[in-house]
């Protein structure tokens, strides 16, 4: 585990820093910020609804070992179902459309979080976080999010995967506690993340360890902010 928490801060699942909101684990540190903002939303009539938040590296890498294998769908970067790559490096590419690299996800410090609007969603909707989703049934909430975090009355939450910044596409959904996850991203270690690749069963090994330096500057460092 020392490595792990050398990479990134990982942190176990049933550590003291964690507590549960609405069945999701997020850093106790934040759990007043995001309900001053729960309550704020609220009164323009959204519900600020979580849809993922802490993940440990061993679901991250079995979301990426999925994708890799056909076993969960790969996304285009307009967000449509696309043909799984043979080549391993462009397979790699592919998934890094959407998904961070295990160990280095942003959702290992349980300071970020993925959220819609509650009140948006038809009953028995199963939210995919999509972009069309974004420009669709969820636009007014993601409008007024843009608003508040524009107006600095977001309570320290703002989006981390936009526009213009590294390659990862663009997530509105996705939002991050700046003050506390600073404090953990200073804890990153490549050269450990490379360590932790070297022993680990996943998919695409050798083209992520040929390229591990460059997808830091273009995945991983360009979202610690």
Not at 78 to 92: A, I, K, N, Q, S
Not at 101 to 106: D, F, H, I, M, V
Not at 177 to 185: A, D, E, I, Q, V
Request: with cysteine; proline share 5%.
């Amino acid at each position: 585990m020392s490595c792990l928490m050398d990479c990134f801060g990982l942190r176990e699942v049933d550590s003291s820093d964690f507590v549960k909101v609405d069945g999701y684990i997020v850093d106790k540190q934040i759990l007043g910020d995001y309900n001053k903002l729960k309550e704020s939303l609220s009164k323009f009539g959204f519900a600020l609804r979580i849809e993922s938040a802490y993940r440990p590296f061993e679901r991250q890498l079995s979301i990426w070992n999925r994708k890799a294998s056909g076993e969960l769908k790969l996304l285009s970067a307009e967000g449509l179902p696309m043909e799984r790559p043979t080549d391993e490096e462009e397979l790699m590419y592919a998934i890094l459309t959407w998904s961070a690299l295990p160990g280095a996800s942003r959702h290992h410090l349980g300071t970020d979080l993925d959220v819609v609007d509650g009140n948006a969603c038809p009953a028995g909707y199963e939210v995919e976080l999509t972009p069309a989703e974004c420009d669709g049934m969820f636009r007014p909430f993601h409008e007024k999010l843009t608003e508040l975090m524009g107006a600095g009355e977001s309570f320290g939450f703002q989006r981390v995967f936009v526009p213009g910044r590294g390659r990862i596409q663009p997530e509105k959904w996705h939002i991050a506690h700046l003050p506390t996850s600073r404090k953990y991203l200073e804890s990153f270690s490549l050269k450990n993340l490379r360590a932790l690749y070297e022993k680990t069963d996943i998919a695409c090994k050798s083209a992520l360890l040929d390229n591990l330096n460059s997808l830091a500057y273009d995945y991983i460092y360009p979202y610690f902010v």
